[in-house]
Nanobody, 119 residues
Framework: QVQLVESGGQLVQAGGSLRLSCVAS????????MDWVRQAPGKAREFVAG????????SYADSVQGRFTISRDIANNALYLQMKDLKPEDTGVYYC????????????WGQGTQVTVST
């Protein structure tokens, strides 16, 4: 089973930018989809952005549309999330997660990386 490791989270002021990375321990199957999911303190995990590993159609939560960009590097088994114009409500632990494209349940989660946006 693939292992996922996120990095890039840190404390940033509102309006700032961050780039999160997620690296897989081995090749991600082409039938996979990779998502970014976040969890704010005291709240359930929520979908942020997703991309099929062998396709190009990206998807975003309404709350991040236009501010976040998901991308991938297939050769290096890496997933990224470029975040700009960050808001305090973007604070949370950000996870990358792997699933089979077309299915909703996740097969693998990373350990998460903390993003804190201050006012």
């Amino acid at each position: 089973q693939v292992q996922l490791v996120e990095s890039g989270g840190q404390l940033v002021q509102a309006g700032g930018s961050l780039r999160l990375s997620c690296v897989a321990s081995r090749r991600i199957p082409s039938r996979s989809a990779m998502d970014w999911v976040r969890q704010a303190p005291g709240k359930a995990r929520e979908f942020v952005a997703g991309i099929p590993w062998s396709g190009w159609t990206t998807s975003y939560a309404d709350s991040v549309q236009g501010r976040f960009t998901i991308s991938r590097d297939i050769a290096n088994n890496a997933l990224y999330l470029q975040m700009k114009d960050l808001k305090p409500e973007d604070t949370g632990v950000y996870y990358c997660a792997n699933r089979i494209f077309g299915r909703q349940e996740y097969d693998t989660w990373g350990q998460g990386t903390q993003v804190t946006v201050s006012t």
